[in-house]
């Protein structure tokens, strides 16, 4: 059963940096999507970035030009590197994996923005 292992959250101050990364620990075939997702305390989670298996890149308004979305798809990892934090960017990170078989989520990591 292959796992999506999430690392790189923690707290940072307003303005600071942080790179998400989200490793899958086994071989995924026919990758369709990698994408980052978020969810705050009391709302709904929402999508921030996605990698389309083109490279093509889409963004969620409230991160565009602050979050940069790559992948290595040697090592099946997505990467999410986060700038300009704010405190409303405080919320679960998760990734996901859409294959054209079946999707994979990972367990998520805590990213607080405080001063």
């Known amino acids: 059963q292959v796992q999506l292992l999430e690392s790189g959250g923690g707290l940072v101050q307003p303005g600071g940096s942080l790179r998400l990364s989200c490793a899958a620990s086994?071989?995924?075939?026919?990758?369709?999507?990698m994408g980052w997702y978020r969810q705050a305390p009391g709302k709904q989670r929402e999508l921030v970035a996605a990698i389309i298996s083109d490279g093509s890149t889409d963004y969620a308004d409230s991160v565009k030009g602050r979050f940069t979305i790559s992948r290595d798809n040697a090592k099946n990892t997505v990467y999410l590197q986060m700038n300009s934090l704010k405190p409303e960017d405080t919320a679960v990170y998760s990734c996901?994996?859409?294959?054209?078989?079946?999707?994979?989520w990972g367990q998520g990591t805590q990213v607080t923005v405080s001063s």
């Open positions: 086994g071989s995924i075939f026919s990758i369709n999507v």
């Open positions: 996901k994996i859409d294959s054209r078989f079946r999707a994979y």
